[in-house]
T-cell receptor
Framework: KNEVEQSPQNLTAQEGEFITINCSYS?????LHWLQQHPGGGIVSLFM???GKKKHGRLIATINIQEKHSSLHITASHPRDSAVYIC?????????FGAGTILRVKS | EPEVTQTPSHQVTQMGQEVILRCVPI?????FYWYRQILGQKVEFLVS????????KSEIFDDQFSVERPDGSNFTLKIRSTKLEDSAMYFC??????????FGPGTRLTVT
């Protein structure tokens, strides 16, 4: 059983839409990471969360430790946001990755 | 802005050959990691390294794999005898204590 589940697997949005990607995990964590993988393959860390909420520009990440659930929100989406968004749980000295959500934002 | 670098960007090798993938982590980081991503699949943890020793490894990281920090800057992943199923993108990452991980651009390994 995959310890990190993401939904949806694929998401197509119109430019300007508010986007939500969800992540659930089944075991304890020390932190929850959101990462972005570009079409060329490069991986960029967006957020590292252990509680509450973080905001960076148009991106917002929230986590509910009791429900073992996190969400990534993108406000006023733009075609340049098109990428794979990956949730990963951190436990000990490693990350366990979800399968990713493929986001396409159309202009 | 400091970044993690990896060389080569693409390595093609024959089955059974040894390969060494190289990484230069961010200079003041203390934790180092290797991950791999088989085409079309999710990213998988291989190994973490701290204070000149392996701190955690996955079941993928068997006796065919080894890591080394031969000097103060490089961090290498060696695969002793490559198999077809080792073909993947290999990512190096580094982090300071309790901070986000910074990923390198990856090395695409193709085993023929």
């Amino acid at each position: 059983k995959n310890e990190v589940e993401q939904s949806p697997q694929n998401l197509t949005a119109q430019e300007g839409e508010f986007i939500t990607i969800n992540c659930s995990y089944s075991v304890g964590i020390s932190a929850l990471h959101w990462l972005q993988q570009h079409p060329g393959g490069g991986i960029v860390s967006l957020f590292m969360l252990s509680s509450g909420k973080k905001k960076h520009g148009r991106l917002i990440a929230t986590i509910n430790i009791q429900e073992k659930h996190s969400s990534l929100h993108i406000t006023a989406s733009h075609p340049r946001d098109s990428a794979v968004y990956i949730c990963a749980r951190e436990y000990g000295n490693k990350l366990v990755f979800g399968a990713g959500t493929i986001l396409r934002v159309k202009s | 802005e400091p970044e993690v670098t990896q060389t080569p960007s693409h390595q093609v090798t024959q089955m059974g050959q040894e390969v060494i993938l190289r990484c230069v982590p961010i200079s003041n980081h203390l934790y180092f990691y290797w991950y791999r991503q088989i085409l079309g699949q999710k990213v998988e943890f291989l190994v973490s390294f701290y204070n000149n020793e392996i701190s955690e490894k996955s079941e993928i990281f068997d006796d065919q794999f080894s890591v080394e920090r031969p000097d103060g800057s490089n961090f290498t992943l060696k695969i002793r005898s490559t198999k077809l199923e080792d073909s993947a993108m290999y990512f190096c990452a580094s982090s300071a204590v309790a901070y986000e991980q910074y990923f390198g651009p990856g090395t695409r390994l193709t085993v023929t």
